[in-house]
């Protein structure tokens, strides 16, 4: 049996075992206000819905759209979403397309002939690739000190470790208080 602390503890138990320390939600969440403002909701898109990062890179304006009306803002999310997605995801592609991008898109007087039709755009309105959201990942990670640096593809893991672990952890807490009590099933 563990000694108390390792039974309780993931981060003390996961380093007893030589695994590499899990970065939580909550370090996520303070890290992507630090990254680039083009990036962010990229990040919280992949923070919402565990959506694969190269796949969020590759959506286009038209088929977001066309889930829209087809499917309305929260079932077009859910459609997208590796996880049952939090309650701000579907707003966040409506921001992006017709609020950010927009802005991107004219300060840059892109034509509307012209327009990439992805819908995570830089800040020069060009498509972002996983080579150039890497990098700035990278970038914001060293220049917040944190180890080990995050990546979207660390933030889709994250996010899907703990939504695999919120049920878990919820029937444990429930078997203890039925052992504790006596209560355990079948019994009355």
């Given at each position: ?19 590499p320390k899990q970065t939580t939600l909550g370090e996520i969440d303070s890290f992507i206000p630090t990254l680039p403002r083009e990036y962010q909701a990229y990040a ?107 990546t979207p593809a660390l933030i889709r893991e994250s996010v899907l470790l703990a939504s695999l672990a919120e049920p878990v952890d919820s029937q444990i807490g429930d ?14």
């Open positions: 049996m563990l000694p108390p602390d390792h039974a309780t503890d993931p981060a003390a138990r996961s380093q007893m075992f030589g695994h919280h898109l992949i923070r919402s819905t565990a959506i694969y990062p190269e796949y969020a890179l590759l959506l286009h304006v038209n088929f977001v759209e066309d889930l829209w009306q087809r499917h309305g803002f929260v079932r077009a999310t859910r459609l997208l979403s590796s996880i049952p997605p939090s309650d701000v995801a579907p707003y966040l592609l409506v921001t992006e397309i017709r609020g950010r991008r927009k802005q991107t898109l004219r300060r840059n007087r892109v034509a509307a002939d012209s327009e990439p039709p992805n819908v995570f755009l830089d800040y020069k309105a060009r498509p972002i690739t996983i080579a150039m959201a890497n990098a700035a990942f990278a970038r914001a990670s060293k220049r917040n000190q944190v180890h080990p640096a995050i078997i203890g208080e039925e052992l504790n009590t006596g209560e355990m099933e079948g019994e009355t």
